[in-house]
C-alpha cells in the first residue's frame, strides 16, 4: 500500500487526471464528497491537504509521496526528502510585479516588498544585494502596492491578468514552478518498486 | 498558577523519553559489544568553542548549535555532534596509533518550531581511529552488524557507498547543480542536466540510472559493468572488494546515490533505515583526512545510532505488529 499526500484543489484534479490518463482507478477520488481519507483500487491510500501540510505528512513519514508544487518547497525550510519528478502540470512562476514606475523609481529608503512567500523574497533580493524590508500577506498580495503598503510583491504568476487588472507588471522572473512528486527518503528504501512503478507510470513509460 | 510550571521549553519535546528502560536496555546491549570489541568508553564534555565545530567545516550550519558566551568571551555551543569532539581529544593524547572509543550521550541541534522535532537526540557510537583501509571499514562493519540485534527492531535496512564514488562523479559532472539534483533523486532535472552540458553515454545512462541504484549487489555489479571512468571505477571496485570480505553480507545493501551527510567522508559510507522512522537510525562513514585539522594524518572511521529514533521506531513497530 502506497500512502500519498495530495495538495487540495487545482493540484489534486490535475494529479488524478494525469493518474486516469494513465491506467489508474481513480473513480473513487472523483466521485468523493467531503472525505479527507480515500483508497483505490490500485493499492494507494490518498490523503487531501493543504500545500504546506503535504510536506508536514511526507516529513514525519505519514505518507511515502506528495504531490505539491515547487512554490510550496521553494519557500519551506524542510528539504529533507527526494524531489524526484516534475509533473510538467500546474506550470506558472515566481516573478517581482510592481507599477512601470518601479523600474526607475529611485527610492531613498529601503524598498517594501510584500509576499506570502517571505523566503523567496528573501532569497531573492539577497542573491541581488540588495536590503530590503518583508511584509507578509496571506493573500491577494497585489493589494500591497495598489494601497500603498509596498513598493512591489513577489508572487506566483500564472497569466498575469490580475496584475494587469490592478495595474501591475512583471518586474523580473524569479524562477518557474510547477507541480512535483515529491518521496519520503525511507519509504523509497522499502516501497521501491511500488514508488518507482509509480514514477514510470507518470512518466508515461508503462 | 505560572507557566513554567506546567509548560516544557519547545525545545524540550522528547526529553522526557517514556521508554527509558528500553533505552538503558539497548545501551547495555551495545556497551558489551563495544567492550568485547576493545572500544573504549568515553564521557565528552557537553559544551565544545564553536570555533572548532566551524574550523573543522563538517556541514553543520552555526544557526543549528545552541550558543553561549563564556566567561572568556568565546563562544561555546552545546555539542552538536561526536566525531569532531573526539577527534579533539585524539590529537591532544599526542600520538599517531590505534585508538578504539565509544560513547553514549545527547547531541543538540536547533530546530524548527511547530515541527514536532525535537531538539536533543540520545546518541550512541564509535570511532576508530589510525586503522585506515578495508581492515578499518570491516572492523566497523561487523559492529553494526553484531549489534543489530541488541537494537530490536525487526526490519533494519543498512546501505553503504563511497564518497570517493561520488567525489569523482562530481568532478565528472563539473555542475554546481549536480549536488543538489543527486540529493533530491530529481530524475526530470537529471534529464535536463544531461542534456544541457551534452554528457554523452556511458556517463549519460550512469547518471540517468543513478536515482534507483540502490539495492543488493546485483545493483553494484550492474554499475560496474556500465562505467568507464577508471578512478569511478576503482572506487566501487573497491567497495565491492571490502564487501566481499565481510562474513555476514546479507546485512548491508547498496545505495549508489547516497551523498555525505556529513562533508568530511572520504572512503565508505554507512546509512541505516526502518520503515517506522522518518529519519536515519545508523549513520557513519570514513574520514580520512579530519585529523588534518590537527596536522596529523590518521585515517578514521566512526558511526552512530541514534537512540532516539530507534526507540520511537520500536514503539511503531510494536503497535503495527500488535
Known sequence: MLKIAITKGRIEKQVCQLLAKNGFDMEPIFNKDRELLIETSDGLSMIFAKANDVLTFLEHGIVDVGFVGKDTLIDSDFHDYYDMLDLNIGKCYFAVAAYPEYRTKELKRRKRIASKYTKVAKDYFTSKQEDVEIIKLEGSVELGPVVGLSDAIVDIVETGSTLKANGLEVIEKICDISTRMIVNKVSLKFKKEEIFQLIDALKGEE | ?322
Do not use: W
Open chain 2, 1 to 322: 498558577m505560572e507557566e513554567f510550571k506546567y509548560l516544557i521549553p519547545e525545545e524540550s519535546i522528547d526529553a522526557i523519553m517514556s521508554n527509558v528502560s528500553v533505552l538503558r536496555e539497548i545501551e547495555s546491549g551495545l556497551r558489551t559489544i563495544f567492550t568485547k570489541n576493545h572500544y573504549l568508553e568515553v564521557l565528552m564534555p557537553s559544551f565544545e568553542y564553536v570555533d572548532l565545530y566551524n574550523d573543522m567545516d563538517i556541514g553543520i550550519e552555526e544557526e543549528k548549535m545552541f550558543q553561549f558566551i563564556n566567561h572568556e568571551g568565546k563562544r561555546v555551543a552545546l555539542r552538536t555532534d561526536f566525531t569532531v569532539p573526539l577527534a579533539r581529544l585524539y590529537s591532544s593524547q599526542n600520538e599517531d596509533g590505534e585508538k578504539r572509543y565509544c560513547y553514549f550521550g545527547k547531541v543538540y541541534r536547533k530546530e524548527k518550531r511547530h515541527k514536532g522535532r525535537s531538539s536533543e537526540f540520545f546518541q550512541a557510537g564509535i570511532e576508530l581511529l589510525g586503522k585506515g583501509g578495508f581492515e578499518g571499514d570491516i572492523e566497523c562493519l561487523t559492529i553494526i552488524q553484531q549489534t543489530i540485534q541488541c537494537l530490536k527492531l525487526k526490519d533494519i535496512k543498512i546501505e553503504i557507498s563511497s564518497a570517493k564514488f561520488y567525489k569523482r562523479l562530481c568532478e565528472l559532472v563539473d555542475d554546481v547543480a549536480f549536488v543538489k539534483v543527486l540529493k533530491k533523486r530529481d530524475i526530470s532535472s537529471m534529464e535536463e542536466l544531461v542534456k544541457r552540458k551534452n554528457i554523452q553515454s556511458p556517463l549519460k545512462d550512469l547518471l540517468l540510472q543513478l536515482p534507483q541504484s540502490f539495492g543488493d549487489i546485483t545493483v553494484l555489479n550492474q554499475m560496474i559493468d556500465m562505467i568507464q571512468d577508471q578512478k569511478l571505477k576503482d572506487a566501487l571496485i573497491e567497495l565491492k572488494e571490502m564487501y566481499e570480505r565481510l562474513n555476514m553480507k546479507d546485512v548491508f545493501s547498496f545505495d549508489l546515490a547516497m551523498t555525505p551527510s556529513m562533508k568530511y567522508y572520504t572512503g565508505i559510507m554507512i546509512k541505516g533505515y526502518s520503515p517506522y522512522s522518518a529519519e536515519t537510525i545508523i549513520s557513519g562513514g570514513r574520514y580520512d583526512r579530519l585529523m588534518n585539522h590537527f596536522h596529523k594524518n590518521v585515517p578514521a572511521i566512526g558511526f552512530s545510532y541514534d537512540l532516539s529514533h530507534i526507540l520511537k521506531a520500536l514503539e511503531k513497530e510494536e503497535e503495527a505488529n500488535a
